[in-house]
């Protein structure tokens, strides 16, 4: 086998160049490129043809069998695997190769062969060596737990999403990786679904050396030579392997796994701690069992949906591809949300100046960007970067050069009004104004603007840094340019850009509301906050309409209420006088430390749940459903798929459900719309059925 050519090397990018291969000939196949360097080391190159980043399925594996039949007769001192992506090693596998795929048989058999080619890797003679960068996930990460040495450049990231997906790993990743670092370490990283940093990834033992690009070619020839040692097990390794042990840790895997979510919701957790506890001093029959568990899974009711929930996400993403990168952001508003978005812009690499008329609020902004960086495992370095990308700004010079300037002042239309007056006269011609009002419709905003079209909505939702949607709010004079231009900040930014109209409360909060607006009529029925907060935990949403109000703020609930109850010419809902009492008081809810509940670091103060009345879940759900069906009908969003993304990604409404709509189309429309008719009879005309679903069920 002859060394890579320059035609492979050119196309490569400047990492893969610093490896210092050998000039020559290489092969191409769809998928991999191969060749070997001067050392006599094979490289193979994970390069999947036609998409920007790589993923695992049949035809790649097959494809990588070929490659290591080709290469084995020619005796390789070793073997190398990374990728040629600019994004990292591999992002897991192909998810639309998953979707509607129930049948069991099938989907063993898919596994079996994929196992077979990676139990192929992990039994080879010769040094097997996996180099990565950027993600490593999933199906990747099994491909690099198949190697028998693991290198990490500085800034990768490792993690087992599947159970996001309602499975677990299926390529004898449950295997490889209690095996290889502690259990208990091993399990949480596949229960939870989160990603593990380089740096963690060393410590723990899930990769073998953490280094530099610019030093990757010497690590790979240490490990060829094999001059990389693993360390031996630790003790806590050691117990948290013991048979006797594992019972009482899958115990306590499980209490924790059904805080989260409930069993019949996500089957996957569960199945997981049952096969390791049963199987993990057995790695031959756990192998035929994660095979077995996985095709299982595949093919439940959770899995699906949440599978075909990966699709509107990606919808969402494409509509942020085209425009113009924005390079210096100006937030004026350094609140709660003002700061954090500052702080994300800077996290993501954009230049962000901040202002407000009090200089201890960015103070404190900066002091809690600096948690941020930390808690996003961000090296001094790095950290010192990003806090220098983000300056205090008391004075908004910064108006004058930003790209985009975004308003995060309080919710009141003469106060935003006021603002934009002075700041308009100081943006560059080319720069786009933000608001991100949650409740103002934008019409109102833009009035008195020079150049109404490029106003435009950027609507974060609280906590920033976790919560994926910006809804992306256009109105009547909006320029096409500018709303592009938007969505693709979004996306560089990695949140998700859902496209939505002017309407009050937009999407997200106009459905929202009724659910806790139903909350509020529960209230003074006399059912407790922590009783209506269980029932829909009990449907499946994250949180409580109760406790969710307190942590949106009190104050924001009830404008949003009374500008939709102004729009709709409807009665106040039943508690809604409650609510604005509690306003009054000053009582907001989480910000404040007294809302419907007592707040203290962050979480609420709940008494004991009692039982809900019967009918409580379809209380709270439907109104959301009828919502969503309004701003359908409405064109407030342009198709169901952006309703259901939105309403999973920015309200956590359930998703192993698929979404709202999906939800509802699953449960057949004309029960739906029965289950409101009665809801009418029992308890008002609130939830008289929105006309659009006569539409749908046509």
Known sequence: MR???????????????????????????????YGRDAHGVAWLLF?????????????VLNELADVLRRLLPDSPAGIVIRSAK?????????????????????????????????????????????????????????????????IAVDGATFGFPEVLLGLHPGLGGTVRSVGLIPPVEAMTTMLTGKTVHAARARAI??????????????????AVAGRIKRPQPTLRAKVERLPALRGFLANRMRAQARKRARQDHF?????????????????????NEEIRSFAALLGSRAAQNLIRVFHPRETLRRMGESGKPMTHVHVVGAGAMGGDIAAWCALKGLRVTLSDQKPEAIGAAMRRAAELFARRHLNDIQIRDALDRLIPDPHSHGIGKADLVIEAVPERLELKKALYE????????????????????????????????????????NPVPRMELVEVVAHEDIFDVTFSRARAFVRQIDKLPAPVASEPGFLVNRALMPYMAEALAMLAEGVSGPTIDAAAEAFGMPM??????????????????????????????????????????????????????????????????????????????????????????????????????????GAGFAPFTGGPMHYARTQGVEDIVRKLMEMVRRHGPRFEPDEGWMSLNS
Request: aromatic share 4%; with cysteine.
């Open 3 to 33: 060394p890579l050519s320059k035609t492979v090397l050119a196309a490569l990018e400047p990492r893969e160049l610093e490896l210092g291969l050998d000039m020559g000939s290489s092969h191409m196949l769809r998928h991999w490129r």
């Open 47 to 59: 390069d999947k043809m036609g998409a920007s980043v790589n993923t695992i399925d049949e035809e």
């Open 86 to 150: 600019r994004a990292g090693f591999c992002a897991g596998a192909d998810v639309s190769r998953f979707a509607g795929q129930i049948d069991s048989n099938e989907a063993e058999r898919q596994l079996l062969q994929g196992h077979m080619v990676l139990e192929a890797i992990s039994e080879l003679a010769i040094p097997t060596v996996a180099v990565v960068h950027g993600h490593c996930l999933g199906g990747g990460l099994e491909l690099a737990l198949a190697c028998r040495t693991r």
């Open 205 to 222: 033992g899930l990769v073998d050396v953490l280094t530099q690009e610019r030093h990757v070619a010497a690590a790979v020839r240490d």
């Open 267 to 287: 089957p996957a957790p569960h199945a997981l701690i049952d096969l390791w506890e049963k199987f993990a001093d057995r790695p031959g029959a756990m192998r």
């Open 422 to 461: 002075s700041i308009e006269p100081r943006m560059k011609p080319s720069a786009l104004l933000a608001t991100n009002t949650s409740s103002i419709p934008l019409r109102d905003l833009a009035e008195d603007l020079r150049n109404p079209g490029r106003l435009v909505g950027l609507h974060f939702f």
């Open 544 to 649: 409580g309409p109760v406790e969710l109000a307190d942590r949106v703020g009190l104050d924001i609930c009830l404008a949003v209420a009374d500008l939709l109850a102004r729009k709709q010419a409807a009665p106040p809902a039943p508690g809604l006088e409650s609510l604005r009492e509690r306003v009054a008081r000053g009582d907001l809810g989480m910000k404040t430390g007294k809302g419907f509940y007592s707040w203290k670091g962050g979480m609420p103060r709940k008494g004991r749940a009692g039982v809900p009345p019967a009918d409580s879940a379809d209380r709270l759900i439907l109104p959301m459903l009828n919502a969503c069906v309004a701003c359908l009908r409405e064109g407030v969003v342009a198709e169901e798929n952006t309703i259901d993304a939105a309403m999973i990604f």
